[in-house]
């Protein structure tokens, strides 16, 4: 588990793999003004070791380095966010150095969501199904995210039973199913080799006086709100809050071992990589 302060007013963050000793697939920066999660692109449980994502390198180096060329490229203000993505996604697109497959339906990629604060704005980015929660003051919090992948029509699991040959093969068709409509016009927006995604994402500002306080979180660290129903957002903000995003993270893991053959809340990883950063302005 790495537990990290960053700059932006006072935020609080913490990004943990599946299990101790597995490499991190999500990622989690800041710069002076500006804090970025991004959740590694999985198979899920069943698939991941079949997959062949036709890269040398792996995800996790892909969300790092796809990370600090964010970082980098958003340090100037001026620049609008989808403009950083896209340099970023540039960037490190040729910082494979022509040794991968970066066509292939499977190459490494990840969600996003980055929060920018400036003179009299909060900037906002989302790709794909990262969240970001605001706290404005009203009685329920903005919920914002880019469900376009939630919408797609793919096979459902039905009662298969977790692991068994069944469910294995459902989750393979599901997982070739999701990459073949990554960055299509009718599927969904996702940051992988191509910049023109960063123009799909979901963006907008916010003015300083609306931004009390914020989460930004990979899907695997929103669990307990959706989609185990244990708190409602504004649950999930006071939590992060009272207790720091370790807790959201350990009461998630709690939930996860509560159903280890995913029969209550049906998913295609028991556990996900969970990634929180929690600012307060």
Not at 138 to 149: G, H, K
Not at 224 to 243: D, I, K
Not at 252 to 280: G, I, K, Y
């Amino acid at each position: 588990m790495a537990r990290v302060r960053l700059n932006i007013v006072k935020v609080t963050g913490v990004s943990t793999p599946t299990r101790p000793f597995k490499e991190n697939e999500d990622w989690l920066g800041s710069g002076p003004d500006m804090v970025v999660v991004l959740g590694g692109c999985g198979a899920g449980d069943v698939v991941d070791r079949q997959v062949d994502q036709h890269c040398v390198h792996g995800l996790a180096w892909y969300v790092r380095t796809l990370g600090t060329a964010l970082l980098r490229s958003g340090a100037d203000p001026a620049t609008p966010l989808p403009d950083v993505l896209a340099t970023a996604v540039a960037e490190t697109a040729s910082a494979h150095q022509g040794r991968c497959d970066l066509r292939h339906p499977e190459t490494p990629a990840a969600t996003v969501v980055s929060l920018r604060q400036n003179r009299e704005t909060v900037e906002y980015l989302i790709l794909s199904d990262s969240m970001l929660v605001v706290d404005d003051g009203s009685e329920e919090p903005i919920v914002l995210t880019d469900d376009r992948a939630a919408r797609l029509s793919i096979d459902d699991y039905g009662d298969a039973e977790y692991g068994s040959a069944k469910f294995t093969e459902i989750a393979g068709r599901r997982a070739e199913q999701i990459s073949r409509m990554r960055n299509r016009p009718d599927g969904f927006p996702i940051a992988a080799s191509d910049p023109r995604a960063a123009y799909r994402a979901v963006a907008g500002q916010l003015s300083r006086s609306q931004a009390r306080r914020a989460i930004l979180a990979s899907d695997g660290a929103t669990r307990l709100v959706e989609p185990f129903g244990q708190l409602t957002w504004l649950g999930l903000l006071n939590l992060a809050e009272s207790h720091g995003p370790e807790e959201v993270v350990s009461r998630t893991r709690e939930v996860e071992r509560s159903d280890p053959m995913a029969v209550r809340w049906r998913r295609d990883r028991v556990h996900d990589d969970a990634t929180l950063a929690f600012c307060q302005f």
